[in-house]
């Protein structure tokens, strides 16, 4: 496996143990072990999550340029008929 994926995977068990453990638990800081595992998801877990899927994939794929506008509607054409 790759390093990056197992630093998001152990990440997101880090942050969704602390959402569990201050639903479950009964201590005074349960409000901050739920936050903070909601900011560990939001601010690490996503973007590292993110960074793994995109960095080998081109942009300019994904977007609506005039070529690939084109290349749908030629697609829509194709299944027409």
Known sequence: MKPIKI???IAFLVSFASIICGLILEVDYKQKL????V???F???FPLFSYYRWKDK???D???TKE???KMRENQRDLRK
Not at 34 to 37: D, E, K, N
């Open 7 to 9: 630093i998001a995977f």
């Open 34 to 37: 739920i936050g903070f595992g």
């Open 39 to 41: 900011l560990g998801l």
């Open 43 to 45: 601010f690490v877990v």
């Open 58 to 60: 081109d942009v300019k």
């Open 62 to 64: 994904y977007m609506l």
């Open 68 to 70: 690939n506008l084109d």
